[in-house]
């Protein structure tokens, strides 16, 4: 047995794309990861300020890195992001799908059938996903590393959360099985990762008060958050070839919160 890290998570000459890498969260540090392990990262989100922010900040750390401004619920900007990839820097590897949006919290059972929320949440969560793998699945199947990562949600298992949002995690979790069957062949893996409650800045807002802590917290056995970076990492093992043997799995990052059960979010909730 010849054990060698450095290479199994070695990412030099690769390519990753990743979606809503613009503000501090789950997309910003899994670029951030893969590229510090050698990937060449091409950034993807609506902010353009924000992009030019991340990669300037990459390319001071002497990683190299690119973006382009896309709102991932028009099939034809996701297609104008991959193909401004491959022009910028002629393969792409390692797609990761991390835009979305939790949409409204609901304080009645009618709030779960809202038409426009419901539209909304599946637009950035879901569509975007699939377009995004529609036309990156053959680039990143020519090298035969290539490496799908959806960025799902324990609301794919739970009931935490608005309908909108679950229906759209538990759907990524169904295309991860289904997506890591049909290309597999292709030299194309896809798995997902399934975060509990992660501090970011779009998380911030619900528990990033101390009075608004507790809740949060007493789901989750650790007794603590997660952090973009525990994402991130995840991000880099699924990307590289130290997975190289996984396909259609998931890697649930939560504290524990999954194994303590049952859902969070009750109606009429001020979270």
């Not at 324990?154 to 990524?172: E, F, H, Q, R, V």
């Not at 990307?239 to 043997?245: E, G, I, L, T």
Request: glycine share 10%; charged share 25%.
């Amino acid at each position: 047995m010849d054990i060698d890290i450095k290479k199994a998570f070695d990412l030099t000459d690769r390519v990753a794309l990743v979606t809503g890498a613009s503000s501090w969260g789950i997309g910003s540090a899994a670029a951030e990861a893969l590229a510090e392990a050698g990937a060449k990262v091409f950034l993807v989100a609506r902010r353009e300020e924000q992009l030019k922010q991340k990669v300037a900040e990459l390319e001071a750390k002497g990683c190299t890195a690119a973006y382009a401004t896309c709102d991932v619920e028009h099939e034809e900007e996701c297609k104008a992001a991959v193909d401004a990839c491959l022009d910028t820097f002629g393969r792409l590897d390692i797609l990761v799908t991390a835009a979305g949006n939790a949409g409204e919290a609901p304080y009645e059972i009618d709030d779960e059938f809202d038409t426009d929320n419901w539209r909304w949440v599946h637009g950035l969560n879901l569509d975007g996903s699939i377009w995004f793998l529609k036309y990156a699945w053959k680039a990143c199947s020519k090298h035969k590393v290539g490496s799908v990562i959806f960025i799902s949600s324990l609301g794919a298992y739970t009931a935490d959360g608005c309908a909108a949002y679950c229906s759209t995690k538990g759907a990524l979790r169904s295309l991860t099985t289904h997506f890591g069957y049909h290309l597999a062949p292709f030299g194309v893996r896809v798995n997902a990762i399934y975060p509990g409650f992660i501090d970011t800045d779009l998380t911030h807002a619900a528990f990033g008060h101390e009075y608004a802590k507790k809740p949060f917290l007493d789901r989750v056995p650790m007794g603590c958050f997660g952090t973009a970076e525990d994402i991130g990492y995840a991000a880099l093992y699924l990307a590289s070839d130290a997975s190289r043997f996984m396909t259609g799995q998931g890697l649930i990052i939560d504290g524990g919160q999954v194994i303590e059960g049952g859902a969070f979010l009750e109606y009429g909730d001020e979270a």
